[in-house]
Structure formats: structure tokens, C-alpha cells
């Protein structure tokens, strides 16, 4: 029997703030703007890094892309490609580049989750807005690093590497899902 603050007969919040007829707790399903948001967010860029005199570069989930190159255009190197090249094992790698597959693999869990509830009617927005967090700290991992290595602080400034799809990500996490991880770490 539904409780008219929101709990079950056990006394529980369900995630989506009701709770089913049984008393248990029925998830509830990412709709098409929240699904949108979150496919959106394969196309923003994990950091933007200034060019001072040289075009600036994007650096985004699949790849290297400059802008305004040599000869004022497009430059780009896929993500595949910068591993593949690597003459270093990947375990020797820096530890924010080797997370560089974690953040891509949490975000696509995250847009394979809410695709699967706006598809199927199936989806734990706990699991999804928690991928969205995983892949928000993975891709300020490989911004932060990227920092260090151009020089963020004294030498280059605060704004040297600006991490964009972290906050974008944290942002949508926050602000679509943001309830459901709430009852989901009140519990």
C-alpha cells in the first residue's frame, strides 16, 4: 500500500520517490531528454587544451582533435590510433592516459543503461547516474593529468587544461539522476 510520503509499508523511499504496490521499489526509466543528454555527452570533449600561439587542441573520448592546424583546418588522431603507436607497454603508460578506456567504457555503460530504458522500459537510474560519476572522475583523472604534463599552476596558469566533459558529465549526473543516487546512498 503506497504511503503518501513516498515510502513503502516498510518504510523505505523507493528510487523513483514510489514505491509499487508490494511495497517493493520500482525503478524508474531514463526518458528521451535525459537518454539524449547522456548520448550527448560522447561528443564533448574531456579537455580542452589552449594553444597559446599554436590552435588549441580537444581532446575528447576518441581522439586528438586540433583546431585551426596547420593551414587553418581540422587535425585529428583517433584514440585507437595513439595506443596502437605507443611504442611503451600500456601498463607503462601514465596512470591518467590508461584511463583514458576506463572513461569511455563508463560513459558507454552509461548511454547502453539509459538506451536500455527508454528501448526496453529496464533501467536502475542508480546504475546509470553511478556510471555517469565513474565516468566524470575517469575523465578528470586523464585532464588532471594532461595538466601536469602542460604545466597547470604557476608556469602555464589554472586554465591551462580545462576540463570540460568531466563537469559537463558531473553536471548531468547531478542534475538528471541526482535524486535516485541520493536514495541510493541514504540507504
Known amino acids: ?20 504496490p508490494s511495497g517493493r521499489a520500482s525503478p524508474s526509466t531514463s526518458g528521451g531528454v535525459e537518454w539524449l543528454l547522456v548520448v550527448a555527452l560522447l561528443a564533448v570533449p574531456m579537455a580542452m587544451v589552449p594553444g597559446g600561439d599554436d590552435a588549441p587542441t ?5 581522439g586528438f582533435v586540433t583546431l585551426g592546424g596547420d593551414g587553418g583546418g581540422l587535425g585529428g588522431y583517433p584514440v585507437w590510433a595513439y595506443f596502437l603507436d605507443q611504442p611503451r607497454p600500456f601498463a607503462t603508460l601514465p596512470p591518467s592516459i590508461r ?22 522500459g529496464r533501467e536502475d537510474r542508480r546504475v546509470t547516474g553511478g556510471l555517469l560519476v565513474l565516468a ?12 601536469v604534463r602542460f604545466g597547470v599552476g604557476a608556469t602555464a596558469g589554472w586554465l591551462a587544461v580545462v576540463p570540460v566533459s568531466a563537469l559537463a558529465t ?3 549526473a547531478l542534475g538528471a539522476y541526482g535524486r535516485d543516487l541520493r536514495h541510493a ?3
Open 99 to 120: 584511463a583514458w578506456p576506463l572513461a569511455l567504457g563508463f560513459h558507454l555503460l552509461a548511454v547502453g543503461s539509459a538506451t536500455a530504458g527508454v528501448a526496453l
Open 1 to 20: 500500500m503506497d504511503r503518501p510520503d513516498n515510502t513503502s509499508s516498510s518504510g523505505r523511499a523507493s528510487p523513483s520517490g514510489r514505491a509499487s
Open 136 to 147: 566524470a572522475a575517469a575523465t578528470l583523472w586523464v585532464a588532471a593529468g594532461l595538466g
Open 185 to 187: 546512498v541514504a540507504r
Open 58 to 62: 580537444l581532446v575528447s573520448l576518441w
Open 170 to 172: 558531473l553536471l548531468v
